[in-house]
């Protein structure tokens, strides 16, 4: 019975996530997709790619150009 407490409080304790990887999402008026996101000091924590203009250079995009750490209040979740 005390371990389903416990359980119980953990739950309460822990917040679920607002967004999903591979969400769009959008921040200080930029776009971007979360690529992952952590549970760390009580705050949802998303490193989120930033979505660059469509015009591809000639040798392909290599990676990911630009990757942010934001918390979960700076994100806004696009068409959702």
Known sequence: ???????LT????VKIPNS???QQ???????GII???KYKNRIWKYLVEILLAPVMPEFGK??????VLLNEV???TIGN
Do not use: Q
């Not at 019975?1 to 359980?7: D, G, N, Y």
């Open 10 to 13: 953990i739950i309460k304790l």
């Open 62 to 67: 290599i990676g990911a150009e630009i990757i």
């Open 74 to 76: 700076e994100l806004d």
């Open 1 to 7: 019975m005390k371990s389903e407490s416990i359980l």
């Open 25 to 31: 999402v959008s921040f200080l008026g930029r776009e």
């Open 20 to 22: 999903n990887r591979n």
């Open 35 to 37: 690529r992952n996101f």
